[in-house]
């Protein structure tokens, strides 16, 4: 994927490797924001610190190639702008490797919360570990799903709750 931006977008070579070397400094400088610590424990890092850059920048994309789908599917099906962005953001999280984007989200028509935004990336693999062991039995979360703005909320919650143990 990449690889397509860099050709399709005409990055060159030297663009790419400051873009590496920057990901690089994120990786060794994360800072958690307050807010977020109590989500994660000594195995979120040790995860953290086992993934290579290229490992990290594939998880960036791939999320966004997901939004990107499901935002064009709302379109499609005929939803505004407005409610394709609220669709996608209760659907498909953002993470965070720097604590200044923590904030940055979709503008939207959605009023955000603290809880709403970026979660840090230290904690996908027990997201994706939590939706991989209930994928069958999802629909017992939906009341939670359609209460909270973001799914940054709704995982939020599932950890505050005890349902992601930390």
């Known amino acids: 994927m990449f690889k397509f931006i860099?050709?399709?977008?005409?990055?060159?070579?030297?663009?790419?490797?400051?873009?590496?070397?920057?990901?690089?400094?994120?990786?060794?400088?994360?800072?958690?924001?307050?807010?977020?610590?109590?989500m994660v424990n000594d195995d979120d890092w040790e995860w953290y610190k086992s993934l290579s850059g290229d490992k990290i920048k594939n998880i960036f994309e791939t999320a966004e190639v997901y939004r990107m789908g499901a935002f064009s599917n709302e379109i499609k099906s005929g939803a505004s702008s407005d409610e394709a962005v609220k669709s996608v953001l209760k659907t498909y999280p953002y993470f965070y490797l720097d604590i200044n984007t923590r904030d940055e989200l979709p503008k939207s028509s959605i009023i955000y919360s603290d809880d709403d935004m970026r979660l840090p990336l230290l904690i996908k693999k027990k997201i994706d570990v939590f939706l991989g062991k209930n994928k069958r039995n999802f629909q017992i979360f939906s009341e939670m799903i359609d209460k909270s703005t973001t799914a940054h909320a709704f995982y939020r919650r599932l950890f505050r709750e005890g349902y992601i143990q930390n």
């Open 6 to 38: 860099k050709n399709v977008l005409g990055c060159s070579n030297e663009s790419t490797q400051v873009m590496d070397n920057e990901l690089r400094k994120k990786m060794e400088k994360l800072i958690l924001h307050e807010n977020d610590r109590y």
